[in-house]
Structure formats: C-alpha cells, structure tokens
C-alpha cells in the first residue's frame, strides 16, 4: 500500500529565507507526483505536477524535484514571502489501480515578516 | 470563474439525518473525485467516477453513496448522518488522457454531525 509522508509537519522561518520541503512515499510505481497548497478555510490549489519520467518542475520562486528510486521529492521555495504562509500538500498518483491520488499529511509553513 | 463548485459550504447535522452534497465543473472534465479530509489523517478518496455513468469506491466509502448525474455533476449522500462523517469534504476533477494533468478541487463542504 503506497504511503505519503512529509515532514516536518510544521515549519516557520523569516522572510526572505530559502527552504525545502520534504515528501517521501513508499512505492516508486507512480505515475505523477504533484504538489498542492492550501490556505485555511480553502481548497487545494495545484502547484507543480512532475511526470514519473521528470526529474524537477519550476514555476516562478518554486523548484520541485523527483527522485523516484528514492522515494522521495523536495519544493523548494526561494525568497520566501509572507504570502507563501500556508499549507503544502504533496501527493501521488499510484501507477496501477484505483484513479487516485494518495496523499501526505501536509507541511503547515509560516513566513514570519 | 471555471472551476469546481461545491454546495453548500457550510452544514450542521444531526446523526441520523440525511444529506446530499453537491458538486459541478466547467471545465469539461470526464473524472470527478470526492475526497474527505480529517486532522492527522489527510486527505482519502471517498468515491471516484472516471466517466459519466461509472462510479467506484475509493478508500472510504461505507455510509455514503454517489451519482454522476451527468458529465459536470458529481453528488455525494449520506443516507443517515453519524459523528464519525464530520469532516472536511472535498470535490476534485481532472481531463484523464494522453497527458499528465493536475487535479482540481472545490473549496469544500465543512460538515458538522452532532
């Protein structure tokens, strides 16, 4: 059964900081790996989708990276603002079975100005 | 705006009770997706419909029932409400083709079983 952790569960760092968060899952049988965001109240807006074939996804200040061997990828955030405070959910899409997408917990960050 | 809507936001019920949750897309998306989400547990797949006509269970799908009523409508119904359904109730949907795409999901239906 494919699992999804992040950690650290929660992160606060200073403005203008670059920093990583973390995804593991346990089997590298997938077909994408995305990363979502959410705010309080709100739904999951789609960050970065990698493909199984991908190595990294890039969209403005955000990096995200692909090491399915390892089981693991990594968002990182430059320059980080205030308005990056949210919740970062990384999440999986198995390659066999159900159309589904298999979820970590989530990273609560916290951009102090 | 395109996107996912999800009706009502906001819902308090007592166990027992039943209830439909609603949810359309615009974008012209052929699978719809519901999912809950609970502290400490994340988000799990309730019930999913890959096309218009089919549905099938996800992770979690004792006590509740759905109906893709047509290629935008998604609906999920708890026939009789129990505390353990409070939870965060989310709709997602997705174009299933050659490419990769992402998912896309409503705001959410905060419920409330008391």
């Known amino acids: 059964k494919q699992e999804v952790t992040q950690i650290p569960a929660a992160l606060s760092v200073p403005e203008g900081e670059n920093l990583v968060l973390n995804c593991s899952f346990t089997?590298?049988?997938?077909?994408?790996l995305q990363w979502f965001r959410q705010d309080p109240g709100k739904g999951l807006t789609s960050l970065l989708l990698i493909q199984s074939s991908q190595r990294e996804q890039t969209s403005g200040r955000l990096n995200a990276s692909l090491d399915k061997s390892s089981g693991r990828s990594t968002l990182y955030i430059a320059a980080s603002q205030p308005g990056d405070s949210a919740t970062y959910l990384c999440a999986v899409r198995p390659l066999q079975g159900a159309q589904k997408l298999v979820f970590g917990q989530g990273t609560r960050l916290t951009i102090n100005p | 705006n395109a996107g996912v809507t999800q009706t009502p936001k906001f819902q308090v019920l007592k166990t027992g009770q039943s209830m439909t949750l609603q949810c359309a897309q615009d974008m012209n998306h052929n699978s719809m997706y519901w999912y809950r989400q609970d502290p400490g547990m994340g988000l799990r797949l309730i019930y999913y419909?890959?096309?218009?006509?089919?549905?099938d269970k996800g992770e979690v799908p004792n006590g509740y029932n759905v109906s893709r009523l047509n290629k935008r409508e998604f609906s999920l119904r708890l026939e009789s409400a129990a505390p353990s359904q409070t939870s965060v109730y989310f709709c997602a949907s997705i174009w299933e083709g050659w490419s990769n795409q992402p998912q896309h999901f409503g705001d959410g239906t905060r419920l409330s079983i008391l």
């Open positions: 419909s890959a096309s218009e006509g089919t549905t």
């Open positions: 089997d590298s049988a997938i077909y994408n």
